[in-house]
């Protein structure tokens, strides 16, 4: 059975830095594109970018290229997105996914994160 | 920059059919941008109904398919029912590896 299980909620203050974590189960991780969704409180949803675990190629969307890093390590089959300098306006639930060619067919249940002083 | 447009809400009567578009606030939505479509409900992670404009991911019911209208992607629902009462959310690939999701749509069923 696939299964994406994500990392627990964060509380975390202005400035800190953060990395929450996509495990993936039941599958080849390597093979398939992991991509990243944020949703901040009362809004939508937004793709923050995707990486491909076997090459560690990385493509993020214009919005968060710079804000957040995005990583892999296949020896243990987990996605990263993580944050150097955290602001209250990175507060939101955060879901990793799995692309296989246009198609999303499995998501995280969602981290939240809360940045308050 | 290009914004994906969709409907802030709607609503469906039970057993009705509604249809929800997904449009580009400059230019038509094409084939090429392979649109998804995706349902949440408050809490939940989102569940993808649609990719490649009429694909049906597994285990959703033929009362959800996709299509391209004029310039717009759409997502019908026939038959509604109570439970699908939620966000609905498209998705567009706009190129150079990124893709960009609409605003949502609130689905009320009464």
């Known amino acids: 059975e696939v299964q994406l299980v994500q990392s627990g909620a964060e509380v975390k203050e202005p400035g800190e830095s953060l990395r929450i974590s996509c495990k993936g189960s039941?599958?080849?991780?390597?093979?398939?594109?992991i991509g990243w969704v944020r949703q901040m409180p009362g809004k939508g949803l937004e793709w923050l970018g995707f990486?491909?675990?076997?090459?560690?190629?990385?493509r993020y969307s214009p919005s968060s290229q710079g804000q957040v890093i995005i990583s892999a390590d296949t020896s243990i089959s987990t996605a990263y997105l993580q944050w150097s300098s955290l602001k209250a306006s990175d507060t939101a639930t955060y879901y990793c996914?799995?692309?296989?060619?246009?198609?999303?067919?499995?998501w995280g249940q969602g981290t939240l994160v809360t940045v308050s002083s | 920059q290009t914004v994906v447009t969709q409907e802030p809400s709607f609503s469906v009567s039970p057993g009705g059919t509604v249809t929800l578009t997904c449009g580009l606030s400059?230019?038509?939505?094409?084939?090429?941008?392979?649109p998804s479509w995706y349902q949440q409900t408050p809490g939940q992670a989102p569940r993808t109904l649609i990719y490649?404009?009429?694909s049906r991911s597994s285990g959703v019911p033929d009362r959800f398919s996709g299509s391209i209208l004029g310039n717009k992607a759409v997502l019908t629902i026939t038959g509604a029912q109570a439970d699908d009462e939620s966000d609905y959310y498209c998705?567009?690939?706009?190129?150079?590896?990124?893709?960009?999701f609409g605003g949502g749509t609130k689905l009320t069923v009464l």
């Open positions: 996914a799995r692309r296989v060619g246009w198609q999303v067919d499995y």
């Open positions: 039941g599958y080849d991780f390597s093979t398939y594109w």
């Open positions: 990486i491909y675990p076997g090459d560690s190629e990385t």
């Open positions: 400059s230019g038509s939505v094409s084939f090429s941008h392979y």
């Open positions: 490649s404009t009429n």
């Open positions: 998705v567009l690939f706009m190129g150079g590896g990124s893709w960009v």
